[in-house]
């Protein structure tokens, strides 16, 4: 398959500074939402993996670097707070982190729009199942780019389901995909895509997409399975080594889609929209 660059476009690395020194730990990726009654009118989040924030809090450590790609070629950190990370507001063990931030139009990076999200219905009818293409985009931390983000792509399918919970060293048992797709450290909170392809046959009945390839969101990579156990994708720790089973753990979308629901996100969005609504009111002079 070939991936088109507005994928890679639509995720950052984000690290931290120790002694001086530049540490990458994950990725993240950016996601839009219409605010509701202002069409033109979106806010923007950053998304990654709630245990690569969580991590670097351990450390002592109280900003978040994000190395963000620059359309004049170059990349540049942005320091974020690690306070202002918001996680899922009623389940503890969704590892799913989320900020809200602008996105300057000096970065060259892309928004992942809702739209974009796998459904319900999505699944049942297009019957997306086991056996389907997907691929993951985020960073690999043994070329991560000199003079910028160079973010990978690699290209797997649906092992499972999430028809029952995975069970997790760190997090519990979790609602979870999993996929046929190497994830290693540095991957964790990148972003995971279906791809439908043109053609699908559903119910025996042969179909034809209308605009390309059919790709959605799938959700943000938790991370693998060891022989023994299964293991979180940070880059914190480079120097363990376990052997991989080549089988990768999927948030789901849905568990997004609630963290996105935050009461401090949506208040925010409320507050947007009041503050567009006044401005509609008001008239203008014109002579």
Not at 29 to 54: C, M, N, P, Q, S
Not at 102 to 129: E, R, V, Y
Not at 150 to 157: A, C, E, L, Q, S
Not at 252 to 275: M, Q, S
């Amino acid at each position: 398959m070939v991936v088109s660059d507005n994928a890679r476009k639509c995720v950052v690395f984000v690290g931290y500074v120790v002694e001086g020194k530049y540490k990458f730990a994950g990725t993240a990726f950016w996601v839009g939402r219409t605010i509701t009654g202002f069409e033109d009118t979106i806010a923007t989040y950053l998304i990654t993996a709630k245990h690569v924030i969580e991590k670097i809090k351990d450390l002592g450590i109280h900003e978040i670097l994000l190395r963000v790609n620059l359309a004049d070629g170059k990349s540049v950190p942005i320091s974020v707070p690690i306070n202002l990370w918001r996680f899922h507001p009623t389940d503890k063990n969704v590892d799913v982190a989320i900020l809200n931030i602008g996105m300057p139009d000096n970065w060259d990076h892309l928004m992942l729009p809702l739209t974009m999200f796998t459904s319900a219905k999505l699944i049942t009818d297009h019957q997306i199942g086991v056996g389907d293409e997907v691929f993951i985009t985020g960073l690999f931390r043994h070329h991560h780019g000199h003079k910028r983000n160079v973010p990978i792509i690699r290209i797997g399918n649906i092992a499972a389901m999430d028809e029952e919970l995975v069970t997790t060293q760190e997090f519990g048992p979790i609602s979870a995909y999993l996929i046929e797709a190497r994830s290693i450290g540095g991957l964790s909170g990148s972003p995971v895509f279906v791809n439908l392809g043109v053609v699908r046959k559903i119910d025996g009945e042969v179909r034809m997409s209308k605009g390309g390839d059919m790709v959605f969101f799938l959700g943000l990579i938790h991370g693998h399975f060891d022989v023994s156990t299964d293991r979180i994708d940070g880059a914190l720790d480079p120097s363990v080594e376990h052997v991989n089973t080549g089988i990768a753990i999927v948030i789901p979308y849905y568990k997004i889609e609630e963290a996105l629901n935050h009461p401090d996100f949506i208040k925010g969005e409320e507050e947007i929209a009041r503050r567009l609504q006044q401005n509609k009111l008001v008239k203008t002079w014109e002579p």
